[in-house]
């Protein structure tokens, strides 16, 4: 989900959150005062497509590595993500076309569509799950956006939202509250907890500078909570929005193509 | 002499009640009787006068419902169950009317393991018994099973298991009942020599009137009560 | 004197002595042979269920089976396999991870076994367990062997390609493409499902991992036998840091099947002996009532209840002895001879499976000491217990009733 969006570029396109069903458990003030931010920051940052080049630095117990890699978004369902180093794994891209994620392996030039038992698995090797690549569309139809704090917060006025997921919806968080600066809209902090209330992990943005002709965060830091050592790292070095993509670029012969 | 008159059985005042469905019936009611070493007596009386039952208890095997039975001085009564196996297999010998010999030993073998449940030794044994099959006329079929022999000739196998241990008394029930008219003469022949020359005591128990001619006493019972007892 | 008595009561009534007799060995005969059936399926289901996979026992660095991962490797596993083959056991190496199968575009989830041929051929049989093509070899680092069930999840047969994407343990992308070298037949759940064979050095070089396995595996040389515990004990002092599993706890589902088995066994054999004892509690009801008058004429001449009673017994256990000849006699030859050539099932089924394990449609038995004495002491035990009833009744019997009884 949110990976995605972000290390898509794409925190923004993403923040364009619901508007879609609500449940009356958190006040309806604050539901309609949620969406009102929300459809604000939409309005500030919403992008029909995006590319960019990006590094993603993992830091585990076992292993450290950094990757290059470039990624192209259009529309809230296509992205395609490409590795530029290391040389070892240059080539491999990951699909994204709906709600399928496809892998090609230019090693044995094999595209492989992933199955739902894989989802949970480490994307290359980061904090990152294959599920979070594909999660996103489906945020909007799962969780209720509530305003749960408004103010200052460490000396920073913020606004404090609570998503919390409908009852019959099949999802993998039982909770995420999420940190914006209440003038700018940026993001600061996403906190996941699970379906029992546990914090399971934490992303972080930092780093805001003007990119695609507006400041944004250029890193973003996801932390496992259990293992608090560890951590993976997206940090822009491109980013530009709105470019002219053809539908194209995401389909399964495309990711054989070098760019 | 002394010897002669030892009494080796008492009755005082014996009583044998058997229960027939609802009815008690008193087989023996308070009889009286000694018998002394060297007799040889008869019980007699028509059936049901009570002369097995008499013979039954003096052999131990049956109890009186009240009075006293002495063996040799012993109060049966006080002896418990080894005690009456010990007496019955040292100090009575029995003579039955059908035999009953047992079927799968020889002639020899049947007068032998009386000898054998005392302890004797088996050279002791042989020579008992091979004398006192002699004695009773068996000599020659002492590897006969009792199938394989007459009737007389198995009663006289029974009769030397039954002195083999020199027994106190040798009781014997109806022991001609079952043989012709010349093997019971025979065989009392053999009854009276072995009295009169080895001082067995004999108790009989019959209606055989050529037993009662040969008894030295004859006592008569009628419904379990003594009638007369004569000495001829 | 009793003995002597007993004996020649036997040879006279030798008829019905030696149908006794014949009756109770023959019996106990087939109770040998049939407990020796009964062990033999026992072992070969055993024997099966560890040979095929799991080994006898196996090592793993602590917590590894809970929480199986990349990273949980015992260092030094050949120094410890030779350790442990210097003691008598055969061992092997193992490494294991997860990936994700593909072929065309089907794909699944797979769990890659590597395994050392030549160290693995001395202790586990999967490699006999091939249902198409062959088993690995050394020459050919590129082949797996994989379940049956999920070369049909991915549409694949011997010779076609797979494709395999995991994650390494530096954290880089493994993936690799293979050729199907066999297809594995039906062998358990997990391995029927996701069963993917490789060679070690493959493996190692897929997976960037140069040293250590995830599991030894442990059989002992001479072959499967009784005395676990003790090995257990061995192994455990030999390699006192690592954890040790024996297979029933690594395959509990199976080694409690296994037990009750064993139990439902001992059950029908002492359900076939009441019938035996039925059998032979008529022959000494009989031997006994048919004699009740002689022992009642024994009695009335001096026999004691307790020496009538010791008679009886003692002729009874001397037909029981004489039984026992006759089952140790015909039942362990029976039983040796299966042993060997085994009851040939193959013309009924091409195989079966008992308690969820293969085996071989040769039905061997197996001849214990527990086979061999169980039988004989139940017929001792079921022989005594079948004359006491009529033993005492002709011990107390009165010698007057028995005399009168024709």
Known sequence: MRALIVSVALLLASITLPTGAVTVQPSDASITRAKEILKGIDDLWRGDSSHAIFSMHVRTEHYQRTMQMEAWSKGKDKSLVKILKPLKEKGTASLKSGKHLYSYLPRTDRTIRLTSGMM????????????????????????????????????????????????????????????????????????????????????????????????RPAVMRVTPTDKPDEYTEIIYEKLELNVDLKDSLFSINSLKHRH | MSQQHRAIVELHNITRTYIQ????????????????????????????????????????LDEPTSGVVTIEGRNLTELNRSEISALRRDRIGFVFQSYNLIPVLTAYENAEFVLALQGVKPAERREQVMAILKEVGLEGLEHRRPDEISGGQQQRVAIARAIVTHPAIVLADEPTANVDS??????????????????????????????????????????????????? | MLMHFAFRNLWRHRQRTFVTIAAMGLAGSI??????????????????????????????????????????????????????????????????????????????????????????????????????????????????????????????????????????????????????????????????RAGFYMNVSTFRELMVIPEGSHEIVIMPKDGYSNTLNERLEQVRKLVPQLELLSWKKLLPAIAEILDMTDASIVVM??????????????????GVFERIREFGVMKALGFSPWQIFSLILLESQIQVALASMITIG??????????????????????????????????????TPQSVIMPVGLLFAIATLAVIYPAIKAAVIQPIEAIHHQ
Request: charged share 20%.
């Open chain 2, 21 to 60: 469905g609802e009815i008690e019936v008193n087989a023996v009611s308070n009889l009286n009787l000694t018998i002394s070493a060297g007799e040889f007596t008869t019980l007699c009386g028509p059936s049901g006068s009570g002369k097995t039952t008499v013979l039954n208890m003096i052999g131990a």
């Open chain 3, 269 to 286: 054999i002492l359900i076939t002996y009441i019938a035996v004892g039925m059998v032979i509690l008529n022959a000494m009801l009989m």
């Open chain 3, 330 to 367: 015909v039942g362990i030859p029976l039983s040796l001879y299966f042993s060997v050539h085994g009851i040939d099932l193959s013309q009924f089924t091409s195989g079966f499976t008992f308690g969820g394990v293969a085996l071989d449609p040769h039905w061997r038995s197996m001849l």
């Open chain 3, 31 to 192: 109770m040998i042979f049939y407990s020796a059936l009964m062990e033999g399926m026992l072992f070969a289901s055993e024997r099966n269920a560890i040979s095929m996979n799991s080994g006898e026992m196996q090592l793993h660095v602590e917590n590894y089976r809970r929480d199986p991962d990349l990273y949980k490797r015992i260092d030094g596993s050949y120094s410890i396999i030779n350790k442990l083959q210097q003691a008598g056991f055969n061992a092997s190496p193992r490494l294991y991870g997860f990936a994700l199968a593909a072929a065309g575009t089907a794909s699944s989830g797979v769990k890659m076994s590597a395994i050392d041929i030549d160290y693995e051929s001395k202790v586990t049989k999967i490699h006999n367990h091939v249902m198409r093509g062959s088993w690995l070899s050394k020459d050919l680092p590129n082949d797996v062997v994989i379940g049956r069930r999920l070369a049909r999840t991915l549409g694949v047969d011997v010779g076609d390609e797979v494709v395999i994407v995991g994650q390494a343990a530096d954290g880089s992308m493994a993936d690799a493409l293979f050729n199907i070298r066999g297809i594995l037949k039906s062998v358990g759940e997990e391995i029927d």
């Open chain 1, 120 to 215: 949970m698995g480490s994307w290359m090797g980061s904090h990152f799950t294959n599920d979070d690549l594909v999660d996103e569309s489906r945020m909007e139809e799962d969780y209720t956006p509530a305003v749960t704090f408004e103010g200052q917060r460490n000396g920073q006025n913020i606004i404090e939202f609570a998503l919390i997921p409908h009852e019959d919806a099949a999802v993998v968080w039982g909770k995420i509250i999420m940190t914006i600066f209440a003038n700018s809209l940026l993001p600061i902090e996403e906190i996941f907890y699970d379906e029992d209330g546990v914090e399971t992990r934490r992303m972080t943005f930092s780093d805001y500078k003007v990119m695609a002709g507006a400041e």
């Open chain 2, 182 to 232: 010349a093997t019971a003469e025979a065989l009392l022949d053999l009854m009276q020599e072995l009295n009169q020359n080895d001082g067995v005591t004999f108790l009989f128990s019959t209606h055989d009137q050529r037993v009662i001619d040969r008894a030295k006493r004859v006592i008569h019972l009628r419904d379990g009560k003594l009638e007369s007892d004569i000495l001829q």
